[in-house]
């Protein structure tokens, strides 16, 4: 196992497209959290946000660039044809992809930090200036703060997350493109159809099944009884759809011709 993923860090490694890609995701995390940052005053929102998910927002545009890293880490092989390649030099392929699942989830949590503590410094930079004070009633953000130290946390684990959902569909699709609009349009539909749905009931039904929405989730820090679902179970569900992605691929990676 420990050769399979040297070969697989190797490739990762020297891949150009991975540390493009791993700074693309920072980058727009952190850029995006600011902007909304930027955009958001008290004076126009009062009282009642949670700052902690504010200065996360990013994360919905970051977590795109990780789908498509994941993706790219298998179904850029079978694009190439170096799957052959990679299977015949190391034979058995569950290896491959647990090898591949390590790699891919500890690249994104390394680049996940760095998104996330930037977003958090700058939510604690912007927000104060746009009145978001001690003196309306919020605490500055920090990370010693219980429920922000959790949203962060979880925020990176949700992103390791999705690269896992991410890699596991792309084993079972094969095909970049197809598989890449699968997981987006996974992650993007059910909230969607949830703003959609007439039916209220329906509507917290969604959310609570879509892997965005409930994943998402691990970042409220405030009103957690009015959310769909609770963070931690909400994180839990995401695990879920991610856990059944990669058995969906090893399955079919382990039973059908490279």
């Known amino acids: 196992m420990s050769a399979t993923l040297r070969a697989e860090w190797t490739k990762l490694r020297t891949t ?35 700052i902690t998910r504010l200065s996360l927002t990013g994360v919905y545009l970051g977590q795109a660039v990780v789908a ?30 647990a090898a591949k699942a390590a790699v891919v989830s500890a690249l994104v949590v390394a680049a996940g930090t760095v998104a996330v503590l930037g977003s958090i410094l700058a939510g604690r930079l912007i927000l104060v200036g746009n009145g978001f004070t001690t003196a309306h009633g919020y605490a500055l953000l920090s990370l010693s703060h219980g429920p922000t130290l959790r949203a962060a946390f979880g925020t990176v684990v949700y992103l390791a997350l999705i690269g896992l959902l991410s890699l596991g569909i792309a084993t079972a699709v094969r ?20 703003a959609l749905a007439p039916d209220p009931h329906l509507r917290r039904h969604l959310e609570q099944i879509g892997p965005m929405t409930a ?7 405030t009103n957690l ?5 609770g963070p931690w179970a909400g994180l839990g569900v995401l695990a ?17 011709d490279a």
């Open 175 to 194: 095909e970049p493109a197809v598989a890449t609009g699968l997981v987006l349009g996974l992650l993007y539909l059910f909230p969607i159809l949830a």
């Open 16 to 50: 150009a497209a991975t540390g493009w890609l791993l700074l693309g995701s920072v980058a727009l995390t952190v850029a995006l959290s600011g902007v909304v940052a930027l955009a958001v005053t008290y004076a126009s929102v009062g009282a009642g946000q949670d």
């Open 240 to 256: 879920v759809w991610a856990a059944a992605a990669l058995l969906a691929g090893g399955l079919t990676l382990a039973r059908r």
């Open 215 to 221: 994943g998402l989730a691990i970042q409220a820090t």
């Open 225 to 229: 009884r009015g959310l769909p679902i």
């Open 68 to 97: 498509i890293l994941a993706v790219a880490t298998i179904a850029g092989e079978y694009s190439t044809g170096m799957i052959l390649v990679t299977l015949t030099a190391m034979p058995r392929r569950v290896s491959v992809l």
